[in-house]
């Protein structure tokens, strides 16, 4: 059995792997998903992330099944805030109470468990009732079914509202060496406030795997800048460690990020991912070697 260095969620009690997985790209044969997620397990991963929006909550009703028997050593994450209407393609946006606390049964018995350790909001518009929606996070916890909560956005205006007006312990993020947004005001912001980031897309859809073809830019990255940036980058990597592996160490270099999330849709994915717990952390000089190689970017809306 492998073990991996954990790190607390905020204040709470949660300790997840510093590498978890990001179970959206599992996929939708049941034997390989819960064979992936068990691969995870069995080498130190306790950070599970899914939600009911992937695959219709088949996503769920996977992970569910790969946890049976192991549900005591796990970090469970899902999130809510998607409503499919019936006889309607596709999902719309709802972060009412009402939906909160009837979305979350059904995710309890999807992923056939009684509580949930970590529920997100799946997003937040500063339109949304943000009092309400706090409140059925709260109720929540108190009726035990779930013991945390927290928010993905990208949105810097919602997170600013739940960071300052709830008790999430965790804002799920996009951050990585070519999505660097988070560094100018969420990072800072969730470090003064004693929050913790989940760092998702460390690879950037693949951008940052090293054997992936580009075929067009990224944020304020256009297809050339994608090339050059990463034969800039090869030069970082050792024998020891790959670029996707850097890419991960970078995003973990924050000690905000309590953990990175890397999606896997193969074994050989997986763990390459996981194997960056086992790499030794980046020192002060190759970050700012990477900063310099990189750009900064900025969010554009919800301002």
């Given amino acids: 059995m492998f073990s991996m260095k954990k790190n607390r969620l905020g204040s709470s009690e949660l300790m997840v792997s510093e590498i978890g997985l990001g179970c959206m790209s599992l996929g939708t044969d049941e034997r390989k998903a819960v064979a992936l997620v068990h691969e995870a397990l069995d080498r130190g991963v306790n950070l599970l992330d899914t939600a009911d929006l992937y695959d219709s909550g088949l996503n769920e009703e996977f992970v569910g099944k790969a946890i049976q028997g192991r549900r005591d050593h796990i970090v469970l994450a899902t999130k809510a805030g998607n409503r499919r209407i019936p006889g309607q393609e596709g999902w719309v946006w709802d972060a009412s109470k009402e939906h909160i606390k009837s979305a979350v ?21 500063i339109e949304d009732p943000i009092d309400e929606t706090i409140e059925a996070f709260e109720e929540l916890k108190q009726e035990g079914l779930i013991r945390q909560y927290g928010i993905s956005s990208i949105r810097p205006n919602v997170i600013r ?24 005001e969420v990072l800072p912001l969730l470090q003064d406030h004693g929050i913790s980031m989940v760092a998702r897309g460390p690879l950037a859809s693949g951008i940052l795997a090293g054997d992936r073809k580009l075929t067009k830019g990224y944020l304020n990255y256009d297809l050339e800048d994608l090339r050059h940036l990463r034969e800039q980058l090869q030069r970082l990597v050792t024998s020891e460690r790959s670029l996707s592996q850097l890419a991960i160490r970078y995003s973990l270099s924050n000690p905000t990020v309590a953990a990175v ?12 991912n996981i194997d960056a717990a086992n ?5 002060e000089e190759e970050i700012q070697k990477i900063r310099r190689l990189s750009k900064p970017n900025q969010y554009e809306l919800h301002r």
Avoid: W
């Fill in 161 to 184: 509202e739940y960071v300052t007006r709830s008790s999430i312990i965790s804002v799920m993020n996009p951050y990585s060496i070519v999505d660097r947004r988070a560094e100018e």
């Fill in 261 to 272: 999330i890397p999606g896997a849709s193969s074994r050989e994915q997986l763990i390459q």
């Fill in 105 to 125: 049964k059904a995710s309890l018995i999807r992923l056939n468990t009684d509580y949930i350790d970590l529920y997100q909001l799946h997003g937040g518009m």
């Fill in 279 to 283: 790499i030794p952390m980046l020192v």
